[in-house]
């Protein structure tokens, strides 16, 4: 410990005293302007949902019933949307992701793989909305009519087949929408996992080749093993934006409040329940409801985050 | 952090008023198109131009109550009760109609006949194919399909889902009992498409949708709409003649607020899911000039906009329901016990 202290000095040199205080000083309030906008986002939304919270206690978070007429509300319905999307996007996007990758840093001639990076790159960047409309008018009616519909003819009613997919065939549903969802976290994800596998030192991958590791047993031993930590920390952002995204999945969700019952069954996340009614959001309580659920996701996304900490924790010892 | 964002909102507003002494207004979307329309060619007259925001008509009631905007927009009326409370006067300004439409192979637009009851069976879920004995009843010699029915609604809050719940609570008690009326309500069945391109995409792409889009929207796209049972027991297509004998035949001299839903009126050809569209506005100017400005903008628009809207798929209010409201501004917004602008 003595060593770091000394190898990074704490007192501003001598001499230039005036310009490291400004700097520190310029540094230190961008951290604190940033955590006070943080606590006050929080705050604000906590204060805002608080007449839900109070009214409906713990129902708000365990009930499916969403009335705006009769100003009754629950999120339960919006609270497991979002979960269940996020994690089967997730659990679509990630070997997808891990592929792209690898096959860009250990396979792909390099003639290809710049242009390729950058497609990758660009892929990211589309705004999500585009991709909302993209799911609604291709996406799925094409689902509807080459996935919905043949499964719907041949399952046997009441099968646990038909338990798990059965729902309305217009492709609007809980597995478009994580679809979706994965489409648009996947090159966010391959494209930094590119840059991890890029800063394993090539002397540790050939070491491994020059014993006679193929080259999966490269990927599996040494490269994967070498970035893991900060693959946690991609996938845990991914995740992250998925919970949050909005537009898409309103489009193509089918917005129903309840809980979702099936695979292909319409739901709703909070994210799109918020942006679907708070423009016309005119009595007080419908506005804390929806407020309140803004702090229920904010709670969500912190609660990721933090285990995404945990798992960091643990994967340095 | 509403409050916040109104204030933000607000300030900004306030500035751009200040500015190039624009009219300031925000809320329904419904109308924005006609606004903007009226706007140009209102600028291009006066030089005075219109900062309005389409934000929705929940959000426009905000705005007017936070007193950032010079005027507020709302597709839904304020009950007398809310208007007298917060100061507020409203006045109507272009009218619409919300149409059912169906995707059913073979079936012709307005070859299929529907009543309220009926529509709200459906949007029940307890009418669940379209060979039901109860549509078959209403349609005769037309070819029914066994096709289940599949019912597509708003999923965002809108001026056209309150009109459509409106609609059906009246006609239908078990809708009133159980769903009731409102901008968004806990649907019973089906799904939810944001916007009315989002409920038309869903009904294009499900064979035996039934979903509901505005008039203009219905009528760009050639939609297979349903002729509608009305208070006279006619069935009539939506148009503009049949929205304007709605607007028509409802009793504004008799509504105080002019709190008035244009859904079923007695007119024989009168369209039975049409409303208009509001705008708010202080009885108690606190800046009478910028109060003036709103009224003379819209009283152009009584006055000069008919084509404009017209163009836009919009049904202008009758004549004499424009004079009757013109007069009504003399003694409803006032600065001081004068009125703010008599209209001509």
């Not at chain 2, 309150?162 to 769903?179: D, G, H």
């Amino acid at each position: 410990m003595a060593t770091t202290e000394l190898a990074s000095p704490r007192g501003a040199p001598p001499g230039h005293a005036t310009g490291e205080v400004i700097f520190r000083f310029a540094c230190a309030s961008a951290a604190t302007l940033l955590l006070v906008a943080l606590a006050g986002v929080v705050i604000s939304l906590f204060i805002g949902g608080l007449p839900a919270f109070k009214t409906f206690g713990l129902s708000f978070l365990t009930s499916t019933t969403w009335n705006p007429v009769t100003e009754v509300y629950g999120a339960a319905g919006p609270i497991a949307g979002t979960l269940i999307t996020a994690f089967l996007s997730l659990l679509i996007a990630l070997p997808l992701a891990l592929g792209v990758s690898v096959f860009l840093v250990e396979f792909c001639p390099v003639q290809l793989s710049r242009p390729i990076a950058i497609a990758v790159e660009l892929l990211a960047g589309i705004p999500s909305i585009v991709y909302g409309m993209w799911g609604l008018f291709v996406l799925a009616p094409w689902f509807a009519a080459h996935v919905q519909l043949p499964i719907a003819m041949s399952v046997t009613p009441g099968s646990w087949i038909d338990k798990v997919f059965s729902g309305t065939p217009n492709g609007a549903n809980i597995f478009t929408a994580s679809l979706i969802l994965a489409i648009m976290i996947l090159p966010y994800m391959a494209a930094v996992f590119r840059e991890l596998f890029l800063t394993v030192p090539p002397q540790v991958r050939e070491a491994a080749y020059g014993l006679g590791c193929t080259p999966f047993e490269v990927i599996r031993s040494v490269v994967i093993p070498y970035v893991r930590r900060g693959m946690i920390g991609v996938i845990m952002l991914g995740l992250g934006r998925a919970l949050g995204e909005t537009m898409a999945v309103t489009f193509i969700i089918g917005n129903a409040h309840g809980f979702p019952h099936s695979l292909f069954d319409s739901g709703s996340t909070i994210a799109s329940t918020v942006a679907n009614e708070f423009a016309e959001a005119t009595s007080d309580m419908h506005t804390s409801a929806l407020i309140a659920l803004g702090f229920v996701l904010f709670v969500i996304t912190f609660v990721v985050l933090a285990i995404a900490r945990l798992l960091l924790r643990e994967a340095k010892h | 952090m509403l409050k916040m964002f109104v204030v933000g909102v607000g300030a900004f507003a306030i500035a751009t008023t200040a500015a190039a002494a624009d009219i300031s207004g925000a809320g329904a979307t419904f109308p924005a198109p006609v606004y903007a329309k009226w706007a140009e060619a209102y600028k291009a007259q006066t030089g005075i131009g219109l900062n309005y925001q389409a934000i929705g008509s929940g959000g426009g009631i905000k705005q007017i109550k936070a007193k950032t905007v010079d005027f507020g927009a709302s597709d839904k009326p304020l009950k007398p009760d809310e208007l007298a409370a917060s100061g507020l006067y409203q006045f109507p300004t272009v009218v619409g109609g919300v149409v059912p439409v169906m995707n059913l192979p073979g079936i012709q637009p307005g070859q299929i006949k529907l009543s309220g009851q009926l529509l709200g069976d459906i949007f029940l879920g307890k009418v669940t194919r379209w060979n039901a004995p109860q549509i078959a009843a209403l349609n005769k010699g037309v070819n029914l399909p066994a096709t289940p029915i599949t019912v597509v609604h708003r999923s965002d809050g809108s001026g056209t889902s309150f009109l459509f719940t409106s609609y059906l609570a009246m006609k239908n008690p078990e809708w009133a009992s159980k769903v009731g009326a409102s901008d968004s309500v806990q649907w019973p069945t089906g799904l939810g498409g944001k916007g009315n391109d989002g409920v038309a995409a869903f009904v294009k792409q499900t064979v035996g949708a039934i979903g509901y889009v505005e008039y203009a929207y219905a009528k760009q796209n050639r939609s297979t709409y349903a002729l509608m049972q009305n208070k006279a027991g006619k069935f009539v297509a939506p148009n503009a003649t049949a929205f304007a004998a709605a607007a028509g035949s409802a009793p504004w001299l008799r509504s105080p607020g002019n709190y008035v839903l244009l859904l079923d009126q007695p007119a024989a050809t009168a369209w039975p899911i049409t409303g208009a569209t509001f705008i708010l506005v202080y009885r108690n100017q606190e800046n009478p000039a910028n109060g003036a400005q709103v009224l003379k903008f819209f009283e152009w628009g009584y006055n000069k906009g008919d084509a404009l809207a017209a163009s836009l798929d919009y049904v202008p209010l009758p004549a004499n329901v424009k004079g009757l409201l013109k007069k009504q501004w003399a003694k409803s917004v006032t600065a001081g016990g004068k009125p703010v602008y008599v209209a001509k």
